[in-house]
Structures are given as structure tokens and as C-alpha cells.
């Protein structure tokens, strides 16, 4: 049993990888800076389908649900076993920590159990904007 559960989390791990790599007609060659990236919705979306290996929009899986997630105070969502490092951190999901979080999570918050990160500023604002949405 143990075996499965730790192929499947490998498959979505590489699944993400590889759709946020995706080279489309909205990827930058040069990161923007997280203060001048503007965040569009719609490649927002697009771009989540890689943070559906871990997360769903409207249910706890690997990752605590993202409805809401925008405002919303870290380690908050009943029923979702967070790390208790990010129970401890006092963060709260604004803009600004979002993309903090999502360029390296580990670092933000040291001992979380949220590894995946996103070099390319763009593709963060994109997510956010997306995440905003999702009331």
C-alpha cells in the first residue's frame, strides 16, 4: 500500500513539474519582478492544472484546498493536517506572502511539508490572480 500512495505522489510531482515547464506563448525569457507582474486569471488557471497533482480547489487532497486561500490566514482550513511549522508562522495569504511562498516555500517557512516552487515571477502572478478568484 505504501508503495502506491508513494508512486502516485511521484507521478503528480512529475506531472507538476512538467506543466509548469510547459514553454507556451504566454512564458517570459526573463522573470518579471514579483512588485511590476501583473497577474492574468485565465493563464492562471491553466497553470493550476500543475497544482492539482497536490491541491484541488474545493477539497483537501496531498495539499489543503484553495478556495478562499487569498485573505485567509495559513494553516486555517479544518480537517487538513498541516505541518506545524505552518500552523506557527502567523502568515496570512495575502498577495505578497503568496508570492513569497510560491518562489520558495521552504524558506519562507522552514519545516513545511510544501516543496514545490516556482522560479518565474509571471507564472506566480498568473496563479495568484487565479487564486484570487476563487472565492
Not at 512538467?18 to 501583473?38: C, D, F, N, R
Not at 497553470?47 to 483537501?60: M, P, R, T, V
Not at 524558506?107 to 478568484?133: C, H, N, S, W
Request: hydrophobic share 40%; glycine share 6%.
Amino acid at each position: 500500500m505504501n508503495r502506491l500512495i508513494i508512486r502516485t505522489f511521484v507521478a503528480r510531482m512529475l506531472l507538476a513539474a512538467s506543466l509548469l515547464a510547459w514553454s507556451s506563448p504566454y512564458a517570459q525569457t526573463t522573470p518579471a519582478a514579483p512588485e511590476s507582474a501583473k497577474g492574468d486569471p485565465t493563464r492562471g488557471k491553466a497553470l493550476y492544472q500543475a497544482c492539482e497533482s497536490c491541491h484541488s480547489i474545493d477539497d483537501n487532497d496531498i495539499g489543503p484546498k484553495h478556495r478562499g486561500v487569498v485573505g485567509r490566514r495559513a494553516g486555517s482550513v479544518p480537517d487538513y493536517n498541516y505541518s506545524a511549522a505552518l500552523k506557527a508562522s502567523g502568515l496570512s495569504w495575502d498577495e505578497a506572502n503568496l508570492d513569497r511562498w510560491l518562489s520558495n516555500p521552504s524558506a519562507l517557512v522552514p519545516g513545511t511539508k510544501m516543496f514545490f516552487k516556482i522560479d518565474d515571477a509571471q507564472k506566480r502572478a498568473d496563479l495568484i490572480a487565479y487564486l484570487k478568484e476563487q472565492k
